[in-house]
Nanobody, 122 residues
């Protein structure tokens, strides 16, 4: 599975962005998909995950109620809708695919995209 993340950019605090992650490969619909982020000088952290069917989701406490993960298996794409953005959301966002259930650990994901930068100004 190859992943290509897009949609990052510069936005003011309180604004919104939608990230997309396009996947290649016929087995996309069988993978759990996740979003992680890495801020400058910090370790990569979990943001959100969605099950293969889209029926289950899991969020980090820091984004719960503001971010929404979704997927369209017909388009081999997973999305991250980010609302009410805060300066502390500034990071490079990565999408990832894994064969396990909803997970928040990097090692639970086998495939990674290249990342897209989100910058939230105050």
């Amino acid at each position: 599975v190859q992943l290509q993340a897009s949609g990052g950019g510069l936005v003011q605090a309180g604004g919104s962005l939608r990230l997309s992650c396009a996947a290649s490969g016929r087995t996309f619909s069988s993978y759990t998909m996740g979003w992680f982020r890495q801020a400058p000088g910090k370790e990569r952290e979990f943001v959100a995950a969605i099950s293969w069917s889209g029926g289950s989701t899991y969020y980090a406490d820091s984004v719960k109620g503001r971010f929404t993960i979704s997927r369209d298996n017909a388009k081999n794409t997973v999305y991250l809708q980010m609302n009410s953005l805060k300066p502390e959301d500034t990071a490079v966002y990565y999408c990832a695919a894994g064969p396990y259930g909803l997970g928040s650990k990097s090692y639970e994901y086998d495939y990674w995209g290249q990342g897209t930068l989100v910058t939230v100004s105050s």
